[in-house]
């Protein structure tokens, strides 16, 4: 990953009602959760919902799909495994009592495979 892709990721981040809605959705995992459902469980308004989403799936850290009347969201966990790998790429010059434990989370992320893919992702 290059660094402007990562800055756009860690700025969408960078905003407490963001960064709910994203854990929210790693959380719901691959099968994502409706914008109706994000809003009740945050207690969002729709609007305020809309722009937080929208620069998300900007940042490239969400995924959407339609399901009749519904728009389900999912994290993109490629995206977010690739984040991860770049923030530690150069993790304290290899020492392995900090990057290990840094190092196997990452690992989990990437062995989780499609079960952890958003649909349509391809992943």
């Not at 990721?9 to 994000?38: N, T």
């Not at 809309?50 to 969201?73: D, W």
Request: proline letters at 6%; a negative charge.
């Amino acid at each position: 990953m290059e660094s402007k892709p990562a800055v756009n990721m860690l700025s969408a981040l960078g905003h407490e009602g963001r960064l709910a809605i994203f854990r929210l959705l790693v959380k719901a995992g691959p099968d994502g959760i409706a914008a109706g459902d994000i809003a009740r469980t945050l207690d969002v308004l729709p609007n305020s919902l809309s722009a937080n989403l929208n620069v998300l799936s900007h940042a490239g850290l969400i995924v959407s799909r339609r399901e009749g009347r519904s728009i389900i969201y999912s994290a993109d966990y490629d995206a977010m495994s690739g984040l991860l790998g770049f923030l530690m790429e150069d993790c304290c010059n290899g020492a392995p009592e900090i990057c290990a434990p840094l190092g196997s989370i990452l690992a989990r992320v990437k062995d989780c495979g499609p079960a952890c893919a958003p649909v349509g992702s391809g992943g």
